[in-house]
């Protein structure tokens, strides 16, 4: 069975920090390109960071560049997002995706959400 369970989030005052993880199950986790996403109330749900399979590539949203890193664990089938500096602007859910691309075949899987709430 296939599953993506994030977690991590939590209350944070802004300039704080928090990193979310997200384990996978059912996969062959080192063959998935694995993303972050995140929705914020009345907006649409956008691309935060992504991470190419071996992990040596990585690519960035402009909001999430020089104050987010993402990483991920092959040994442990966990994708990690490390946030620093949080703004109030950064409250959302954040949602983990794992990409499979198969014999030409793409299968996007999508985990429950973690809530991050950045506010004094």
């Known amino acids: 069975q296939v599953q993506l369970v994030e977690s991590g989030g939590g209350l944070v005052q802004p300039g704080g920090s928090l990193r979310l993880s997200c384990s996978a199950s059912g996969f062959t986790f080192s063959r998935l390109t694995m993303s972050w996403y995140r929705q914020a109330p009345g907006k649409e749900r956008e691309l935060v960071a992504d991470i190419r399979s071996s992990g040596d590539s990585t690519n960035y949203a402009n909001s999430a560049k020089g104050r987010f890193t993402i990483s991920r664990d092959n040994t442990k089938n966990t994708v990690y997002l490390q946030m620093n500096s949080l703004k109030p602007e950064d409250t959302a859910v954040y949602y983990c995706?794992?990409?499979?691309?198969?014999?030409?075949?793409?299968?996007?899987?999508w985990g429950q959400g973690t809530q991050v709430t950045v506010s004094s």
């Open positions: 995706k794992a990409r499979s691309v198969w014999l030409g075949v793409t299968n996007d899987y």
